[in-house]
């Protein structure tokens, strides 16, 4: 008789047991429903322009892991195939095409590849840029064109191309041009590049004035300190010394940080009242003062 109250007692902790289990299996299962109803982007086409650089593929793989369809747009070949791929083996759909971001008759050629492939634009990232730590007086005029030309340029451009085609459309979509923490405040030795995300950073609050009304949503992102191809020169030792003085964090920013408010800048069911913005993910540089 022991042995049979015994048997039936664990069976009554197992039936408690399995029913907490079912409680939280179901409120995860709603929970993720809950976030993926927020920021997923099932059939939604993304185009990253620059996708084949470190901070730009780590966009275009958020997107891609969101449910988007990645469009990897840039000039290196190698890379972008890289991104595309590791996009495909996280179950992902995604492909690359190359182009000159500086040129509208590549972007055109995009635009135009896109609505062959039965899909539309409905999320552009402008993630193209390059820098370079002249001093102010040895800047040359090829390199202020260079760097304007690559930064700012390809932002007009492909605004007004991508632009165009969302407008057509009529069915709204979102813009996130990838502006910098040098965007509002002086930094040195950058000045070209200041230059240019200061003007990133001005075309997209015009913009999302000019384009509210008819749904599509232009906001920026202003990424603090994130090693990439673009500033390894830059950082020099003295230079991360005094960077990380002023980050509150007291390190570099992660690529695959920037997703979750790519994310929430993407989605149109999230943050359909978000247009303006510049959404700073700086580990609190900007907000540092002594």
Known sequence: ??????????????????EQQAAKDKRAKASAQFVHGLFGL???TAVVIGGEGVLGGAIAE???????????????QENGDACVERISQAGGTAEFFKLDATKREDLEALVK???ESKRRCDILVNAAGINAATPFLEISDDEWDRILNVNLRSVRLACQVFGKAMLDAGNGGSIINIASASSETPLSRVFTYSVTK???????????????????????????F??????????????VDSIMKHTPMNRFGEPQE???AVLMMASPKSNTFLTGANIAVDGGFTGMTI
């Open 258 to 260: 920037l997703v979750s």
């Open 113 to 115: 590849h896109i609505s």
């Open 1 to 18: 008789m022991a042995r049979i109250k015994a048997s039936k007692k664990r069976t009554t902790e197992q039936v408690e047991a399995d």
């Open 42 to 44: 099932d059939g939604l």
């Open 226 to 239: 994130f090693p990439a191809e673009q500033n390894r020169k830059v950082l020099t030792p003295d230079r």
């Open 62 to 76: 958020g997107l891609a892991n969101a449910g988007a369809h990645a469009v990897v747009a840039g000039i290196n």
């Open 198 to 224: 200061a003007g990133v950073l001005n075309l997209t609050r015009n913009l999302a004035r000019e384009w509210a009304e008819q749904g599509i949503r232009v906001n920026a992102l202003s990424p603090g």
